[in-house]
């Protein structure tokens, strides 16, 4: 095989997922309709369900909660210059992207990102929370094993590409209404059992790639709007030093003086990479931990509240309260009835005899 030709290849999905569970702590499970690929580390866990709709077109629905994910290693294909088609859709959270050259954007809640490029080394999840979608297209699959989607549809993936990707650069940018309405229906069909759900996916992933190639106005890349390797590891590491200790207060200014940036850019930096206000995101990673601790542990409220920042009780249980519509130690009392619930509802599962669990998992009734 000549040179130009290895590098005219692309990466598969079965590929792609071979090389997923080479990755320490991620497993992968199988069933008829799907194959999910589970992750679980020190850092936090996470799930890709993947279904194949046609032939060279896959699906995939993805929840993280963790700050990464390692991608698979690609090394011995280092010929291989492009994968499928990755058409992603951010419902929740925030993923970071790096371009071809070098440089770093980020995908947030209601966007949409087309690209080709294997460019990184691991998924990163700045807010550790994720949920969204990937469709992956290989085009050549598609070409020889479907062509009855061009035939039958007038869906020309390659024209989409040239629209959104051309020159290989990576397309990003919030949604069109026509657009969401779409992805929205292809995300709730995750809750319905197949193969009724696959089947609805497939008539809403082609009416997808029709509107894609027939919009009259796309919307401009936010490709553009970028930040450097520098700017990123800045504001990451503005990240660690105020959540590393949240009863430690660091000022804007003092941060901006240890890096030797404005305060300003710093502030813009911070704001690019984790989509907040660093007072914002702060406040959140604290009332996140109050909640942890009166769950986890019987320290006092005030206790509480020194521990995550707050030496004044008062503003402590203000700030909580708003964040999650019930005072501190009405949260605490509302997750032990919750505990106390679920100890209760499980100790029936246990002494149901196993023909009473199937007849209650087939009627849906008890989970």
Same mark, same amino acid.
């Given at each position: ?34 194959? =999910? *690929?589970?992750?679980? &580390? ?6 890709? +369900?993947?279904? /194949?709709?046609?032939? @060279?077109?896959? %699906? ?73 979608? =990937? *469709?992956?297209?290989? &085009? ?6 479907? +062509?009855?989607? /061009?035939?039958?549809? @007038?869906?020309? %993936? ?89 009863? /430690? ?119």
């Amino acid at each position: 095989m000549s040179q130009t030709n290895r590098q005219e290849l692309k990466m598969k999905i079965d590929d792609i997922i071979r090389k997923c569970i080479e990755i320490p702590g991620v497993s992968i499970k199988r069933s008829e309709f799907n194959a =999910e *690929l589970l992750m679980k &580390t020190k850092e936090g866990k996470g799930s890709m +369900t993947f279904f /194949q709709l046609f032939p @060279g077109l896959t %699906i995939a629905y993805i929840f993280i909660n963790s700050p990464t994910w390692a991608a698979p290693n690609l090394g011995e294909d280092s010929f291989i210059k492009k994968g499928p088609l990755l058409l992603n859709y951010c419902v929740t959270g925030r993923c970071e992207i790096i371009l071809n050259n070098g440089n770093f954007v980020y995908v947030k809640d209601g966007d949409i990102s087309l690209t080709e490029c294997f460019a990184q080394k691991q998924y990163v999840y700045p807010r550790r929370i994720y949920e969204g979608m =990937e *469709l992956f297209v290989d &085009t050549n699959t598609l070409a020889t094993e479907s +062509t009855w989607i /061009q035939k039958e549809f @007038g869906i020309d %993936i390659p024209k989409i590409i040239e629209l959104f990707c051309p020159n290989d650069n990576t397309y990003i940018s919030a949604v069109t209404p026509e657009v969401e309405e779409i992805l929205i229906k292809l995300w709730e069909l995750f809750d319905i059992a197949p193969p009724f759900s696959i089947s609805q996916m497939k008539i809403y992933v082609l009416a997808l790639f029709s509107l894609l190639q027939n919009l009259n106005n796309i919307p401009p890349s936010q490709a553009c709007t970028f930040f450097t390797e520098t700017q990123v590891d800045i504001a990451k590491r503005v990240e660690k030093i105020i959540t590393s200790d949240l009863r /430690q207060h660091h000022p804007a200014w003092e941060l901006a003086a240890q890096f030797s940036v404005s305060e300003t850019s710093l502030k813009n930096y911070f704001r690019g990479v984790f989509g907040q206000n660093i007072s914002i995101y702060l406040r959140e990673v604290r009332m996140k931990k109050a909640a942890e601790l009166l769950t986890s542990t019987r320290l006092s409220v005030a206790e509480i509240a020194e521990l995550v920042g707050y030496m004044n009780q008062s503003k402590f249980a203000s700030v909580f309260k708003k964040q999650f519509g019930l005072s501190p130690l009405e949260y605490r009392r509302s997750k032990k009835l919750e505990n106390i619930y679920r100890i209760r509802a499980c100790n029936k599962w246990n002494n149901l005899c196993e023909k009473c669990k199937k007849s209650i998992r087939i009627n849906c009734y008890y989970k």
